[in-house]
Structure formats: structure tokens, C-alpha cells
């Protein structure tokens, strides 16, 4: 049995829970892909706040014909053919026209926008530019926050928050650095499943469950 730290470790850590989610809620979006698109299409893909490395050694990649943008405030690099890099603002994408692409994803990033108004401004470019889009996000009132690892975290006050994760290793037992509690406390604004579905009105909801809650939300068109 892995120890609880390994457990609660971040989505990109073998063996934690995260990425056990993580990896079924791709497997949910493959199985979209292979029911709504045809099998020789090619597709153009928009991720919003993803990487190169988070598709790596997904069998879409070899089963599929997906040519994928990444999109962040900074280009970060890649280098596999089907790939290319952009940086830009999520909320404002006047580069692309709409219906630009056949598909926007976007994993766990619309919580990261510090406001309500940043959000409806990235859900409205979403659904602009995409034919089709899958956007995930993790449920405002599940028991557990994921970003810290604590139960309820999100609804201590901010300033009680900091001396938690700056003064104490409560937090995947570890210390946090001021710079980085503060810009997460500042930046993470989680959002409830029926915020998801007012930003995502023609969207359908994927929830995925534990323990019989609602850990994370999931709005898709295709």
C-alpha cells in the first residue's frame, strides 16, 4: 500500500489519487473522441493551459490524427510533429476565429483565473472558438481541497490559510513558500457544479465520484 503522502501527491505523481482520476477522466474523453469524430479525421485541438507532456504516451496520439496547440500565458516548448506552442490569454483568444478548432480542452485551469469575470470571459471563448470542448475542473464543494490537500480548505479565510501553509506542513506535509501560498490563495477561485453548468449552458456534465461525492466536473460539448 503507497503511504498516505504519496496518496495525496500532486495529479503528475505516479500512484496518487489524483492521477488515478486523472487518467479515467482521459480515458471518458478518448471515448468521446472515437464515438464523435470519424476515424480518418483529422482533428484540430486547442488545449487550454496544457503541455506537451501531459499527452505524452496517450495511445490517442497513435490512434488519432491530432494536430494540438497548447496555449499558455508563456510558449512552452515542444517537439513532437502534431505539436505547436502559443502564449496567450485564455480569456481574450482574438487570434483565433471561430470555430476555429474541432476541439478545446482545458484540464483543471478555469479555477485558476482569480475572478467569476475572468472565467465567464475564458467559458465564452471556449465555446467561440470550439466546435466541441471538454473543460474540467475540480468541485468547489468537495470535501477536500486538491490544490492544498485539506479538508474544507477552501472556505478558510485567506489570511488564516497563509499561516496554515507557510507555518505548518499540514498541506502534503509540507512548508509552502510565501510566494507561492499567496499566489495560489489569490489565484484559485474553485467553482460549483451549477457555476460549471452557467458557464457551459449547451454543455453536458461529466462528474467523477468518491467515496459517493462529487470530487471533480467535467462540462463537454461535442
Do not use: C
Not at 47 to 62: F, R
Not at 119 to 146: C, D, H, L, W
Not at 185 to 195: A, H, T, V
Not at 198 to 220: A, C, I, Q, W
Request: proline content about 5%.
Amino acid at each position: 500500500m503507497l503511504p498516505i503522502k504519496s496518496l495525496l501527491a500532486s495529479s503528475e505523481t505516479d500512484g496518487s489519487l489524483g492521477k488515478k482520476f486523472r487518467e479515467e477522466r482521459f480515458r471518458f474523453f478518448e471515448k468521446l473522441v472515437e464515438e464523435k469524430f470519424p476515424e480518418n479525421q483529422k482533428i484540430r485541438v486547442l488545449d487550454v493551459g496544457g503541455t506537451q507532456a501531459y499527452w505524452e504516451g496517450k495511445s490517442i496520439l497513435k490512434k488519432r490524427n491530432l494536430e494540438i496547440t497548447v496555449l499558455n500565458l508563456i510558449e512552452f516548448p515542444v517537439n513532437l510533429p502534431n505539436f505547436r506552442a502559443l502564449a496567450g490569454d485564455a480569456t481574450h483568444m482574438p487570434e483565433f476565429g471561430d470555430n476555429s478548432f474541432d476541439l478545446v480542452f482545458s484540464n483543471s485551469v478555469i479555477e485558476h483565473l482569480y475572478s467569476w469575470e475572468n472565467q465567464v470571459k475564458m467559458a465564452k471563448e471556449i465555446s467561440r472558438v470550439g466546435k466541441s470542448y471538454f473543460v474540467q475542473t475540480p468541485n468547489r464543494n468537495f470535501v477536500i481541497e486538491p490544490h492544498y490537500a485539506l479538508p474544507l480548505f477552501q472556505f478558510v479565510p485567506k489570511g488564516l490559510a497563509f499561516n496554515i501553509l507557510t507555518k505548518t506542513k499540514l498541506s502534503r506535509f509540507n512548508r509552502w513558500e510565501p510566494s507561492m501560498a499567496r499566489q495560489y490563495l489569490d489565484e484559485i477561485r474553485l467553482l460549483s457544479i451549477q457555476e460549471m453548468k452557467t458557464l457551459f449552458p449547451d454543455g453536458e456534465v461529466y462528474l467523477e465520484k468518491f467515496l459517493g461525492m462529487n470530487k471533480s466536473v467535467t462540462m463537454f460539448r461535442f
